[in-house]
């Protein structure tokens, strides 16, 4: 008996190819989308976690300093006072050639082989005269600019072993020679270049400075630990490698939340797809179920066979996602890496690693989706009472009086999300499961609203357009067991585009705003890596018209907590009014900000480490851990937003650095900036690659990134309303091919394939702006969230909400639009329907 | 006088730098000292006057240098131990580098400590590498001073007084000596020559006995120690010719007051090199040159190393203008040093006479060439 009915399930599937594609489509670019993010994400995090292995080699603990480091007579007590031997100094940072940023690895020889090997690995060696082993090795140690690379990223740069070429480090081009390559291990050391520690150090400007000591401690010694940590001074920290790993790893793991909630939209979307077809398909044999109930089938059948086809759908719909998902994922890894790199941390990704649980969660994801989906219009379909099931009527009447449940239900739910959102303070995934939540609640509301609506409307209708006006607005109503599920997936993406645009425009207005309000100079000036001269500052600093000069340096300081991000500025008297402040009178901050011990937290900061004006925090400095007094809190939109202000007379009593990135420069009035920028330019040419721009050229460009970081945002936004278009176009399909005797007697009833088409579009397109409608509010409310809530338990921003009409507008004709466009296939086929042929198969 | 161990400290610095050509690593000895690195340096081919103390410093215009002690010890119990510690020191270019950077350096250093522990019948090594700079590791000549990390050799003002102090996990000394003998000049006063060639020669100086007193420390266990030691300095640029395989190197010191020292130079057709020489160092300090003529090394046994080679084990070595004939024993036969270059270097036992009267002593032999 049951195989029967699965037959009979499986092929009334088959014989509505369509229906089944779009069923499919909807599941499996859900899944496609969980997928790819997935493995994007995990590629680029194991991509970076690889690689920082790789380069910490056998490294258990990290020796960090200030800002500039550790001074090199720290590493020269601990092996010679002390005697440790497992160390190994490193000066590392970031450099260029041509156009690739490479990361720069200061090593030496002689201490490597207790931490790392690759540094000591040379394939292939300079060929030439003379060359043999020995000189490479001599040339390694006593001539400066002589690197080593992987072959890969050797071939990427064009470079042949032996080759001279230009590296430009600390913002000076310096002669390199490449002396050898490595095979580097499946491209975890892509774009490392490995140098002497001299090489290093000078082409940093970094002489008596290392970045960090690298230390094998055995696991359980504390007793070594307890050792090292007695022969370390004050400014100095030995952390534990896999931490400082971590500790870097986490700045970025907001930014993969963000992109998961994303995926997680476009499954729920595509879950409203499946509930879509699978009630559709039910409703379409109404007439087969009551059958097989009069023949005995029981109602647990029933339900069974409509899972069971659901779930087969769900697996097979599924697994081609995945495989989408593969493809995708490779796509999207570039933009991910590219969002990473320019956010957080250099990280090289060139493939997607393959990860089975990416794979088996987007996976679980679709079938769970396709079954839960389903589940409910086969709960429906068991109730049909054999008999009654063959009547039409009912069905309508069933539909219509279970709306107002539904939406009680989806009141319920709104409740729940509001609590959830309440009592979760400052968690991220509950954050995004109330966002779910709230839709799915209001979206259940919506048959009910546009069956009010389109009640009232239909009077109103015939009184305007007419007799098939009036069937068009009233069918909305009158067919809502069909069309609810169109119209809540409509309304679904259509409140999604609102309030991703709304959340991106405000995000964009705000730091519009803010890059007006801080970038105070007429003129910045400075490095993008390292330090600038101090002759080539003061030589700026005498231009003529230039009347202010305002000095910046950023730097990160680190201790067993974490990284800090520290701006150290000597401002200009100009420059305050530039800083936003969110607490207290600026004159009383500021007078307190050039005191001792006295800092400004930005905002972000201050949301992370729960930081309050008047609070104390504890910085390393270059004499030990001290406290300083938070003034006030500051607003940054900045990418590394998460700061610590302090004023330049602090910072160098505090810490052992005299360097500046950046130069503020205010000009006289009626100074022409242009040429003061060549002036710069000029002076610089030769000495410091120096980065000068215009204040308004510098907001043109932060802009201009800032839409490159959302531009992912905008690809998976629109293939969630990629899902949407798709699911309305599967509504409207299903609806005209259940319709078709309905229309085939309208047609016997004199009306013309041209009304027929355009009462089907006119309804579609009403049902479109019904849902564009009843998704404004929905999509404000999203907006909210995102920018109250997800935003700011994200990043820690305060985002003013701003909301443009013409992004409501827009919203509103993309839902109208797009239904009429799903609407003209369904049309053309009702309107070239035989009434004649569809009337004797009934 | 350890020509062969130079050309180890080569083949250090290479394994350092770990290239893949195999061929490279695998080469002879001979052949990586054949490169064209010797232009710019200093030669030892010339008679020069040695000055004490400020010759025990470094010599950086000459290519390679070597601070050698080596020493038997007993401890009041009269369990008996064997030391050996070496600092090289190897200049990379003629002169010092242009920098900015005190990292960029032409200086090298690379030290072996080795402590034979004869009642356990243990032999432990360690080694360590650097750069000359930062005073990571380092010489200086007044006080002089020689280090690696934490391994130092020093003396005082005059040169009388040294101390040596290193450790590694395992083992460890710290000891105090007292020279008994003035440095002795090796060859003809102190140009020692190592094959015909003129420019293959070195300068060379030891002081064959020191008293010798302090701790020996193994597996956390310190013993208070008291016996002799033995220092031999060499500096050259150019030492090995090409068909020369490896190195004999004996240090003895007898009960009478005599020290003798004593190399063969093999060559790659299994003759002995016609500049094998020795110096015999009487107790009250005067000193003789031997040439090859003078002594006979014959071996009675042999010795297969686990890694693989075959060492001569056992000695008859007979100096018939002086009427000696010393019959030489390892104290434990496997004392074979797995730095990143292998060779045997031991304490040993000598028995014998001197014109028909018994006589006995200890000694250091180095035995280089037979691992390859």
Not at chain 1, 35 to 62: C, I, P, R, W
Not at chain 2, 7 to 33: G, I, K, P
Request: charged fraction near 20%; proline fraction near 3%.
């Amino acid at each position: 008996m049951i195989p029967v009915t699965y037959r009979a399930g499986f092929s009334y599937l088959l014989r509505h190819p369509w229906q089944l594609a779009l069923a499919m489509l909807g599941v499996g670019i859900g899944v496609a989308v969980i997928v790819a993010v997935d493995l994007a994400n995990s590629s680029a995090s194991k991509a970076f976690m690889l690689s920082m292995e790789k380069v910490a080699g056998e490294a258990t603990h990290q020796v960090v300093g200030g800002p500039r480091g550790i001074k090199e007579s720290v590493y020269t007590r601990l092996r010679v006072e002390r005697g440790i031997r497992s160390i190994a100094p490193v000066v590392s940072g970031s450099v260029e050639a041509g156009d690739t940023v490479l990361s720069l690895l200061g090593v030496d020889l002689f201490a490597e082989q207790e931490i790392r090997k690759f540094t000591s690995q040379a394939t292939e060696l300079a060929s030439g005269s003379g060359t043999s082993p020995q000189n490479v090795f001599r040339a390694f140690l006593t001539e400066p600019g002589t690197v080593t690379m992987s072959e890969r990223t050797a071939a990427e740069l064009g470079l042949q072993v032996g080759d001279s070429f230009t590296i430009l480090a600390a913002g000076i081009n310096q002669p390199a020679t490449l002396l050898g390559v490595f095979e580097g291990d499946q491209g975890t050391l892509d774009n490392i270049l490995i140098t002497d520690i001299g090489t290093a150090q000078e082409w940093f400007g970094q002489t008596g400075w290392l970045s960090r000591i690298d230390a094998r401690i055995a696991a359980g010694d504390t007793h070594a630990l307890a050792q090292f940590e007695a022969a370390l001074p004050d400014d100095v920290r030995i952390l534990t490698a896999s931490g400082r790993t971590q500790a870097t790893a986490a700045m970025s793991q907001a930014f993969m939340t963000n992109l998961t909630a994303m995926s997680l939209l476009a499954l729920l979307v595509g879950l409203f797809l499946i509930f879509n077809s699978v009630s559709f398909s039910v409703l379409q044999r109404r007439e087969y179920i009551a059958t097989l109930r009069a023949l005995g089938v029981t109602r647990r059948q029933v339900f069974a066979t409509i899972l069971t086809e659901a779930a087969v759908l769900g697996v097979i719909a599924s697994a081609l996602g995945a495989v989408l998902g593969l493809w995708l994922g490779e796509q999207l890894l570039a933009l991910v890496s590219r969002s990473i790199n320019d956010l957080y941390f250099r990280v090289s990704v060139t493939e997607v690693t393959v990860n089975s649980l990416s794979i088996i969660k987007g996976f679980a994801a679709g079938v769970l989706a396709a079954i839960i989906a389903a589940a409910l219009p086969a709960a429906d379909a068991t109730s049909y009472e054999p008999r009654l099931t063959m009547l039409r009527s009912s069905l309508e009447r069933r539909a219509g009086r279970s709306v107002p449940y539904v939406a009680m239900a989806g009141l319920a739910t709104i409740v729940i999300a509001v609590a959830i959102l309440m009592l979760s303070e400052r968690n991220l995934v509950a954050g995004l499961a109330a966002v779910f939540l709230l839709i799915v609640g209001f979206a259940s509301g919506v048959p009910l609203v546009v069956r009010q609506v389109s009640t009232l409307l239909a009077p109103a209708a015939n009184a305007v357009g007419g007799t098939i006006l009036r069937m068009a607005v009233s069918g909305i109503a009158a067919s809502l067991s069909r069309t609810a599920v169109a119209i809540v997936a409509l309304a679904i993406a259509v409140s999604a585009t609102i309030g991703v645009s709304v959340m991106v425009d405000s995000f964009r207005g705000s730091v519009q705003n803010w890059l007006e309000q801080t970038l105070r100079a007429d003129i910045y000036a400075g490095v993008q890596r390292g330090a600038m001269q101090p002759e080539l500052i003061d030589d700026i600093s005498r231009i003529s018209g230039v009347v202010e000069v305002s000095t910046s340096r950023r730097t990160s300081i680190e201790d067993s907590s974490g990284r800090t991000q520290l701006i150290a500025i000597r401002m200009s008297p100009d420059g305050y009014a530039g800083t936003e402040l969110l607490d207290g009178t600026p004159d009383e901050v500021w007078a307190a900000w050039e005191r001792e011990a006295v800092v400004l937290v930005s905002e972000p900061y201050a949301y992370r480490n729960r930081v309050a004006p008047g609070d104390t925090i504890t910085l390393p400095t270059s004499t030990g851990d001290r406290p300083f007094t938070v003034a006030a809190r500051y607003q940054s939109y900045d990418i590394n937003a998460s700061a610590v202000l302090m004023s330049r007379t602090n910072y160098d009593r505090y810490f052992d650095d005299d360097g500046v990135d950046t130069l503020g420069l205010y000009l006289a009035e009626g100074t022409n900036a242009d040429n003061v920028i060549k002036q710069i330019k000029a002076m610089s040419e030769g000495r410091q690659r120096l980065r000068v721009d215009s204040n308004a050229r510098i907001r043109d460009l932060s802009l201009e990134i800032f839409d490159q970081t959302f531009v992912i945002t905008d690809v998976l936004y629109w293939l969630a309303t990629g899902v949407a278009f798709i699911g309305i176009l599967g509504a409207m399909l299903a609806l005209q091919l259940e319709r078709a005797r309905e229309f085939a007697l309208l047609r016997a009833l004199g009306m013309t394939p041209v009304q027929i088409g355009s009462m089907i579009t006119t309804q579609t397109g009403m049902i479109g702006f019904l849902s564009g409608l009843v998704a404004i509010p929905l999509g404000l409310v999203m907006a909210w969230v995102l920018i109250k809530v997800i935003n700011r338990r994200a990043f820690g921003w305060q985002i003013d909400m701003s909301v443009a009409p013409e992004i409501l507008v827009s919203a509103l004709v993309f839902a109208v639009t797009a239904s009429v466009l799903a609407a003209i296939y369904p049309a053309w086929r009702a309107a070239q329907s035989q009434p004649a042929i569809i009337m004797r198969e009934e | 006088m350890r020509a062969t161990i130079f050309a180890s400290v080569s083949l250090c610095l290479l394994t350092l730098f770990a290239v893949a050509d195999e061929s490279a690593q695998s080469s002879r000895l001979s052949e990586l000292l054949t490169d064209n690195t010797e232009a710019g340096f200093k030669r030892a081919n010339a008679a020069r006057e040695f000055l004490f103390p400020r010759d025990h410093g470094p010599h950086e215009g000459f290519r390679n240098e070597w601070w050698y002690i080596t020493g038997n010890l007993d401890d009041d119990a009269g369990r008996r131990f064997g030391f050996e510690l070496t600092i090289f020191r190897f200049s990379l270019t003629p002169g010092r580098p242009q920098a900015q950077s005190d990292w960029r350096t032409n200086q090298v250093y690379i030290a072996h400590l080795a402590v034979t522990d004869v009642e356990d019948e243990r032999f432990y090594v360690a080694e360590r590498f650097s750069r000359g700079a930062l005073g990571l590791a380092g010489a200086q000549t007044e006080p002089f001073r020689v280090w690696i990390d934490n391994w130092e050799i020093a003396s005082n003002g005059e040169g009388e007084s040294w101390r040596i102090v290193a450790a590694d996990t395992d083992i460890a000394v710290d000891l105090a000596l007292t020279a008994l003998k003035k440095p002795v000049l090796n060859g003809d006063a102190g140009l020692s020559r190592k094959s015909s060639n003129i420019d293959s020669a070195s300068y060379y100086y030891s002081i064959t006995r020191f008293q010798t007193a302090g701790t020996v420390s193994i597996a956390g266990r310190n013993y208070r120690v008291s016996g002799l030691s033995w220092l031999d300095r060499e500096w050259s640029t150019s030492a090995l010719a090409a068909d020369q395989v490896g190195w004999d190197w004996f240090a003895l010191q007898l009960s009478s007051g005599t020290d003798v020292m004593l190399y063969n130079l093999r060559k790659s057709d299994a003759t002995v090199d016609a500049n094998s020489s020795g110096t015999l160092t009487f107790a009250d300090g005067r000193s003789t040159h031997l040439r090859v003529e003078d002594f006979n090394i014959r071996v009675n046994d042999t010795w297969d190393s686990p890694a693989g080679g075959t060492y001569p084990s056992s000695w008859r070595i007979h100096i018939p203008e002086q009427g000696l004939q010393l019959d030489v024993q390892p104290v434990l036969p496997n004392q074979e040093l797995f730095t990143t270059v292998r060779y045997w270097e031991g304490a040993v036992d000598v028995s014998g006479e001197k014109n028909g009267v018994p006589i006995a002593g200890r000694g250091y032999v180095e035995l280089t060439g037979y691992a390859d």
